[in-house]
């Protein structure tokens, strides 16, 4: 089975088409503005956990890495990412993570960042892959690989400190979750015009994000009430 939505069958997108271009750099611009933002919050993250201190700013130097390459792949098309949306977009997500962490809620820092971000960075950029130039192809497949690292360490740590964190995490999937589904339903038109398929990612999306709760201690009818739950009030078309 491949991940080609039935009309990109066969068929690439035309990379240069007024288009593509115009729903590239949106759909850029988010990228960017989440690596960038991943970067300030594996930053904070290694000030709170000072155990981990060279490990996450091992991390965060990853998605300063991820940003400037995606930059990259905007300019080799000559298109230039569209950040003002994409700050929007990513504004109360970011200001969640900047309570929680004013709140001392580490779990809730490393839920937003760790598993809900990066679960959704994983699900675009494999929906992506099949649909990218042949620039970004080869970028996104090692970016790929660095988001599973930033998964497993959020996972890991929230697994190790379950008991005393699950309430908090429950808590904060259900501000967090539909804050993401509502950046993704913005995009949905500008992924079907590069060839991505959004429902796809969704699922996707969720299917990810249910193996990180899973890994974390959650059972999986749980698990999957959780995302339910916070999902089903964000409309998906
Ligand atoms: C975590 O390391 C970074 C989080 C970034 C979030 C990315 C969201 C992407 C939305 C859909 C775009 C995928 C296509 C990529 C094109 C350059
Ligand atoms: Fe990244
Ligand atoms: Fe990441």
Same mark, same amino acid.
């Given at each position: 089975?491949?991940?080609?939505?039935?009309?990109?069958?066969?068929?690439?997108?035309?990379?240069?088409?007024?288009?593509?271009?115009?729903?590239?750099?949106?759909?850029?611009?988010?990228?960017?503005?989440?690596?960038? &933002? $991943?970067?300030?919050? #594996?930053?904070? &993250?290694?000030?709170?956990?000072?155990?981990?201190?060279?490990?996450?700013?091992?991390?965060?130097?990853?998605?300063?890495?991820?940003?400037?390459? #995606? @930059?990259?792949?905007?300019?080799? /098309?000559?298109?230039?990412?569209?950040?003002?949306?994409?700050?929007?977009? #990513?504004?109360?997500?970011?200001?969640?993570?900047?309570?929680?962490?004013?709140?001392?809620? /580490?779990?809730?820092?490393?839920?937003?960042?760790?598993?809900?971000?990066?679960?959704?960075?994983?699900?675009?950029?494999?929906?992506? &892959?099949?649909?990218?130039?042949?620039?970004?192809?080869?970028?996104?497949?090692? @970016?790929?690989?660095?988001?599973?690292?930033?998964?497993?360490?959020?996972?890991?740590?929230?697994?190790?400190? #379950?008991?005393?964190?699950?309430?908090?995490?429950?808590?904060?999937?259900?501000? $967090?979750?539909?804050?993401?589904?509502?950046?993704?339903?913005? &995009?949905?038109?500008?992924?079907?015009?590069?060839?991505?398929?959004?429902?796809?990612?969704?699922?996707?999306?969720?299917?990810?994000?249910?193996?990180?709760?899973?890994?974390?201690?959650?059972?999986?009818?749980?698990?999957?009430? /959780?995302?339910?739950?916070?999902?089903?009030?964000?409309?998906?078309?």
């Amino acid at each position: 089975m491949n991940n080609f939505p039935p009309q990109m069958i066969n068929k690439q997108p035309d990379f240069h088409s007024d288009a593509y271009r115009d729903a590239y750099s949106r759909i850029n611009g988010v990228v960017v503005i989440g690596e960038t &933002l $991943a970067d300030r919050h #594996f930053r904070s &993250l290694a000030k709170s956990i000072p155990d981990d201190h060279d490990l996450l700013l091992s991390l965060a130097a990853m998605e300063s890495r991820h940003a400037v390459d #995606f @930059v990259g792949c905007g300019r080799n /098309l000559s298109i230039r990412a569209d950040t003002s949306l994409a700050r929007k977009l #990513f504004d109360p997500l970011h200001k969640l993570f900047q309570e929680c962490e004013h709140n001392g809620n /580490l779990a809730g820092c490393l839920v937003i960042q760790g598993l809900i971000i990066e679960s959704f960075a994983i699900a675009a950029y494999q929906e992506y &892959l099949p649909v990218a130039d042949p620039y970004a192809q080869p970028i996104t497949e090692l @970016v790929l690989h660095d988001e599973e690292q930033h998964i497993n360490y959020a996972e890991c740590w929230l697994k190790a400190h #379950f008991k005393e964190a699950k309430n908090e995490v429950s808590s904060i999937c259900s501000k $967090a979750l539909p804050i993401t589904l509502s950046i993704l339903q913005t &995009l949905t038109n500008d992924m079907r015009t590069i060839g991505m398929n959004p429902i796809e990612l969704i699922a996707s999306f969720s299917e990810r994000f249910q193996s990180a709760l899973e890994t974390v201690g959650y059972k999986g009818s749980s698990a999957r009430r /959780l995302i339910m739950r916070s999902t089903l009030s964000v409309p998906l078309t």
